[in-house]
Every structure is written in C-alpha cells, then in structure tokens.
C-alpha cells in the first residue's frame, strides 16, 4: 500500500518547531512582565486596607479599655494586643500621651507644622519599609499608617 503524500507530512509534522516555542515563551514573558506590577500595586493596597483595619479595631479596644478604668492602656499588652503585627510582621507602635505626663512627648508623631495628631494616643504601623520618624515631614514616614486626629482619620501619611 502506498501511502499519500500528505498523509506522510501529517505524521512527520506533529510537534512544534523550537522557533514556535520561542515565540510563544516570549509572549508569555511579555504578559507576565505586564502584569506583575500592578498585580504588586493591589498588593500593597491590601496590606494598607488591613493596617487601617487593625488600627480601627485596637483603637475600639482601647477605648473599651478607658471606658472601664477612666485611664488609656500603658502598653498594647494591657489590652490584649501586644503581640498585633501588621500586614509586613512589624509590631503595631503606640503610645499613651494622655495622662502620661511629660516624659516621651519627643515621641509624639507631628505634623508638617510639628503639632502633635494625637491628644489622647498615638496608634500608627511604621508601614511597608518598617522605618519611622515622629514628624510627618520625614521620608521615613510617608508609607506609615496612622490614626490622627484622636481618631478621626486613619490612613497613610503621605495623604494626611
């Protein structure tokens, strides 16, 4: 039996050429370049979105706190957050300013005018650098989250 022309080219083409591969790998390599920075932008605005979150819930412990004792927590351990972490595994900063006197009040974070936020506490995650300064105006700060304004705004810095 003879076997047609044709149907001989069908068996000896059934793979792909290594030029075919190429093309294909590079397209691949393209689309994933593409993608891969915004895929960290969504990321990174998940992580923020959970900060803030954690914030807004410690702060409720907090004051649930100095509703029944008349006094705001020396530590994050008197409320049972001590060991909170952020969404990059730092520890979640505070600070009591309240009734706390006047030793630590170059700790208080500030404005760009250095005015202190806070008047009761000062609740902030030191952010995706895990790096920090009390004023607002440092490089350091820009990516912390904070709670500002005895708790009527919370959110990056670098929108504050």
Not at 30 to 59: C, E, F, H, M, N
Not at 65 to 94: C, F, K, T
Request: charged residues 20%; aromatic residues 10%; glycine residues 8%.
């Amino acid at each position: 039996m003879i076997v047609p022309p044709e149907s001989h080219r069908n068996r000896t083409q059934q793979g792909f050429t290594l030029l075919e591969l190429l093309i294909v790998v590079a397209i691949l390599a393209t689309l994933v370049a593409i993608a891969v920075p915004g895929l960290a932008y969504y990321v990174d605005k998940t992580r923020y979105q959970v900060a803030i979150s954690d914030l807004r819930s410690i702060s409720l412990d907090i004051l649930v706190y100095h509703q029944e004792n008349n006094a705001y927590p020396d530590s994050l351990h008197e409320v049972g957050r001590g060991a909170s972490r952020d969404p990059w595994g730092n520890p979640y900063q505070y600070l009591r300013i309240d009734g706390a006197g006047v030793n630590g009040r170059g700790q208080y974070r500030k404005d760009r005018n250095l005015v202190p936020v806070n008047t009761d506490y000062d609740l902030y995650s030191k952010g995706k650098d895990g790096k920090s300064a009390s004023p607002f105006t440092s490089a350091l700060s820009q990516d912390d989250i904070v709670r500002c304004n005895n708790g009527s705004y919370f959110g990056l810095v670098s929108d504050y």
